[in-house]
């Protein structure tokens, strides 16, 4: 099922609804999307990269602002394992960050925020195509009205940059809490392989608020 969201409605999740809780929801800003998402889903399941999400083809950025000790002690161990690549307790440079969207499958970002402070908006953007991406910091996934204006936020940034799916929060979440969230995701998608939308759905469950920091958690793409 993939949800239409103007940003009027797209601050709620519908995606955490009784009917919807255990379904595969995806959701975009609106119907122009459809196709390049679409087109995006296809180029990461096609015959050079059938491994999709279930593969070792995998970048990091684990607190990158140095404040997030007990996430970075968390995930440290398991994220620095070759052939997964990425950085710890530092910030990357943007072109490497830049190359490792172009090339990777999968994008995991555990800090503050959407991430934008260390990939631009307007220079991911630009990208002629992006992996998938799980951005796990504070409100990564709100789009912000502007008055009469169209919203702007980081979730429409990958979306034009091709990205096949992001998984994102609409709120303000507790660090031990997207914890516990990401680490069922990542078993569910890169040790198991298996629909990404099942793992979100899954993930939810291994929240102790499961609806509030669970129901934050959403995929846009297709």
């Known amino acids: 099922l993939i949800l239409l969201l103007d940003a009027r409605i797209g601050a709620l999740p519908w995606e955490s609804m009784p009917l919807l809780r255990e ?61 997964w690549e990425g950085v710890s307790g530092a910030p990357p440079p943007v072109e490497t960050l830049a190359t490792a969207l172009r090339e990777k499958n999968l994008y995991v970002y555990c800090g503050h925020g959407d991430g934008g402070k260390y990939l631009p908006a307007e220079t991911l953007q630009r990208l002629p195509h992006c992996s998938a991406a799980f951005l796990m910091g504070c409100s990564s996934g709100a789009l912000r009205s502007h008055g009469g204006l169209a919203p702007s936020g980081m979730a429409l940034a990958y979306l034009h940059a091709h990205c096949p799916a992001l998984v994102a929060n609409l709120w303000d979440v507790t660090d031990g809490e997207i914890d516990r969230f990401c680490a069922a995701l990542l078993k569910h998608t890169t040790e198991e392989g298996g629909s990404l939308l099942a793992a979100v759905a899954m993930a939810r469950t291994a929240c102790r608020l499961r609806f509030l920091t669970g129901a934050a958690a959403v995929t846009y793409g297709v």
């Open 23 to 83: 379904a595969a929801v995806c959701r975009l800003p609106c119907a122009a999307f459809l196709g390049s998402s679409l087109s995006a889903a296809q180029r990461l399941t096609s015959a050079e990269s059938t491994e999709g999400l279930h593969s070792s083809r995998a970048y990091y950025v684990l607190n990158p602002g140095g404040d997030l000790a007990r996430t970075q002690n968390t995930f440290e161990s398991s994220f620095a394992k070759p052939p």
